[in-house]
């Protein structure tokens, strides 16, 4: 079954306490995103990736790393989580090819709470 | 920097009639818009989008509509149903250097049976 896979599903954590979401997906797509969900504000891109070994910031990229080793994982790493980090999370890949950008999949989310 | 403001925020309809949502986009270099549901609990799914080279896309009772010019798309929903009622989000794709996808802040319609 085609799909993007997050992990944990949910987290509370520490302020400080370093943590990494981890994100994969089986479509060998070349674009991987995350993004935070906050009531009023909509979905807000945190990093991106259009292929291994070439990551971008989005709008929101403070506090937060990533990495692209592989086509298929994304992790996002919080090296010193904030209360103000406590959101929803998604991971999303869709395919970029020469026709341009497609339709991005997202993974379940990751509800991630930081005392 | 970029955004996308989508209007209204809320809406409510009774079963049966139409809603639309609209939304604009600030970057000119924009091409790609596509538009989410989102369901309590549950992630966003696609729904429909539409590419710059195209003015209007149907599927079924959902339609989206886009003027280039002024830099504006909105969705359509005939024969609201019950289970219409969500999130919706559009979003804008530039990949005129900036390779990012900017989300509206949302619309929470309700429709009435």
């Known amino acids: 079954e085609a799909q993007v896979t997050q992990n944990p599903r949910y987290l509370i954590t520490v302020t400080g306490k370093k943590l990494t979401v981890t994100c994969s997906q089986n479509m060998n797509h070349e674009y991987m995103s995350w993004y935070r969900q906050d009531p009023g504000l909509g979905l807000r891109q945190i990093y991106y990736s259009m292929n291994v070994e070439v990551t971008d910031k989005g709008d929101v990229p403070e506090g937060y790393k990533v990495s692209r080793k592989e086509k298929r994982n994304f992790p996002l790493i919080l090296e010193s989580p904030s209360p103000n980090q406590t959101s929803l999370y998604f991971c999303?890949?869709?395919?970029?090819?020469?026709?341009?950008?497609?339709?991005?999949?997202f993974g379940p989310g990751t509800r991630l709470t930081v005392l | 920097g970029e955004n996308v403001e989508q209007h209204p925020s809320t809406l409510s309809v009774q079963e049966g009639d139409s809603a639309v949502i609209k939304c604009t986009y600030s970057d000119s270099a924009s091409n790609y818009f596509p538009w989410y549901k989102q369901e309590l609990g549950k992630r966003p799914q696609l729904i429909i989008d539409i590419r710059s080279n195209v003015g209007e896309k149907k599927d079924q009772r959902i339609a989206v509509t886009l003027n280039k010019t002024a830099k504006h798309f909105s969705l359509h929903i005939t024969e609201t149903q019950p289970e219409d009622s969500a999130v919706y989000f559009c979003a804008a794709f530039s990949s005129g250097g900036y390779n990012k996808l900017i989300f509206g802040a949302g619309t929470r319609l309700a429709v009435h049976p």
């Open positions: 999303a890949s869709s395919l970029h090819d020469s026709g341009g950008y497609n339709e991005q999949f």
